[in-house]
T-cell receptor, first 113, second 114 residues
Framework: DTAVSQTPKYLVTQMGNDKSIKCEQNLGHDTMYWYKQDSKKFLKIMFSYNNKELIINETVPNRFSPKSPDKAHLNLHINSLELGDSAVYFC????????????FGSGTRLTVV | QKEVEQNSGPLSVPEGAIASLNCTYSDRGSQSFFWYRQYSGKSPELIMFIYSNGDKEDGRFTAQLNKASQYVSLLIRDSQPSDSATYLCAVTALSGAGSYQLTFGKGTKLSVIP
């Protein structure tokens, strides 16, 4: 059983397109996150959601928008994709806001051409 | 700006040796400290966490925390080629929004030479 699942695993798209990445967790965790890992392997938090409420919104472009239909899902929508958006995007979840034991999904490698 | 600093490496050690990975953090309010391992093309995997000053051992891994020096380390004894990966240090601290945020260092790449 996959604890945190992301789809798709790979995404290649053209500049200007709009795309979505889906994330689901079956751990019963109450907080979910989106992280971006750039080509230098630096993991940076983008968003976190607790009980469908946005908690942290780092300085990411407003072209990125998280959407959480329920506690087990946190999707990431990206509008007007740019070359610089190419990266690996990781979804994660944790039981408490303290971030104990984040569990990561397998990642989505986004390539914008 | 809360920062977590790691030597990017690569750190090369011979098989069977002790690998020592180091991390410093800027926020004195940091409360929880984690080490993640990330193989190439894979997601980060939690291998150790520590909350209190001192040492914490789990098999071949030992995490060490010194809050006064704002320093956390990971020792890997009897290093194996399968330990070759990037090791990410992560720290939680209270954000301005009143919630806890996990901040990662840039990782240290470890190579264990057979």
């Amino acid at each position: 059983d996959t604890a945190v699942s992301q789809t798709p695993k790979y995404l290649v798209t053209q500049m200007g397109n709009d795309k979505s990445i889906k994330c689901e967790q079956n751990l019963g965790h109450d907080t979910m996150y989106w992280y971006k890992q750039d080509s230098k392997k630096f993991l940076k938090i983008m968003f976190s959601y607790n009980n469908k409420e946005l908690i942290i919104n780092e300085t990411v472009p407003n072209r990125f928008s998280p959407k959480s239909p329920d506690k087990a899902h946190l999707n990431l929508h990206i509008n007007s994709l740019e070359l610089g958006d190419s990266a690996v995007y990781f979804c994660a979840s944790s039981q408490e806001l303290q971030g104990y034991g984040y569990t990561f999904g397998s990642g989505t490698r986004l390539t914008v051409v | 700006q809360k920062e977590v600093e790691q030597n990017s490496g690569p750190l090369s050690v011979p098989e069977g040796a002790i690998a020592s990975l180091n991390c410093t953090y800027s926020d004195r309010g940091s409360q929880s400290f984690f080490w993640y391992r990330q193989y190439s093309g894979k997601s980060p995997e939690l291998i150790m966490f520590i909350y209190s000053n001192g040492d914490k051992e789990d098999g071949r891994f030992t995490a060490q925390l010194n809050k006064a020096s704002q320093y956390v380390s990971l020792l890997i004894r009897d290093s194996q080629p399968s330990d070759s990966a990037t090791y990410l240090c992560a720290v939680t601290a209270l954000s301005g929004a009143g919630s806890y945020q996990l901040t990662f260092g840039k990782g240290t790449k470890l190579s264990v030479i057979p």
